[in-house]
């Protein structure tokens, strides 16, 4: 079942920070997040796991509530090059199964 | 990041024909990949679980025999469209587990005549 993600839009001034949620009907292994530009493919940027560990960019962070199975990730500071579409993925079991994804949530940041 | 490449990047055929897109995993081992579909602006549409070895694993609502799924090697898997119609015409992605996390090939975008 794919995951909701909110806000579906975000508008913001550089410099601005914004959160992105995404959350799950069913318990949640894992959550993959992505950013996508227009016309490429989605670009890795970080990955939460049950139990806490987490891996990704130094300049994004994100949190992972297994219990509320929901995941918020913060832009801080934003740059223009953080401009795109981003997305949720789940994983609902380990052992490297696959993603599935929320409908996505498009951020466009301006001078 | 691990590095996964597709090819090739874009493709126009005519109606009728058959369409293979190649996978691969160029510095890790990939004993499952996985196939998206996307439409524009929309979110990324699992198509299928493919398997080193065995048969791919379908998701609900696509057509194995449409979409045909090889993956001969650790490295490689390819996707085959088979009498392509203009409503496959989509952006095709696909993707590899590398430890845990996931990484993407550039896309394949198709468009059929």
């Known amino acids: 079942q794919q995951p909701v993600q909110s806000p579906q839009a975000v508008i913001l001034r550089e410099g601005e920070d914004a959160v992105i949620n995404c959350s799950s009907s069913?318990?949640?292994?894992?959550v993959h997040w992505y950013r996508q530009k227009h016309g490429e493919a989605p670009v890795f940027l970080m990955i939460l796991l049950k139990g806490g560990e987490q891996k990704g960019h130094d300049k994004i962070s994100a949190s992972f509530n297994e219990k509320k199975q929901q995941s918020s990730l913060y832009l801080t500071a934003s740059q223009l090059s953080y401009s795109g579409t981003y997305f949720c993925?789940?994983?609902?079991?380990?052992?490297?199964?696959?993603?599935?994804f929320g409908a996505g949530t498009r951020l466009a940041v301006h001078p | 990041g691990a590095v996964v490449s597709q090819h090739p990047s874009r493709v126009i055929c005519k109606s009728g024909t058959s369409v293979k897109i190649e996978c691969r995993s160029l510095d890790f081992q990939a004993t499952t990949m996985f196939w998206y579909r996307q439409f524009p602006k929309k979110s990324l549409m699992l198509m299928a679980t493919s398997n080193e070895g065995s048969k791919a694993t379908y998701e609900q609502g696509v057509e194995k025999d449409k979409f045909l799924i090889n993956h001969a090697s650790l490295t490689l898997s390819t996707l085959t469209v088979t009498s392509a119609h203009p409503e496959d015409s989509s952006f095709y992605i696909c993707s590899a587990r590398a430890s845990r996390e996931q990484f993407f090939g550039p896309g394949t975008r198709l468009t059929v005549l």
């Open positions: 069913k318990a949640l292994y894992s």
């Open positions: 993925g789940t994983e609902t079991s380990g052992g490297y199964n696959k993603l599935i």
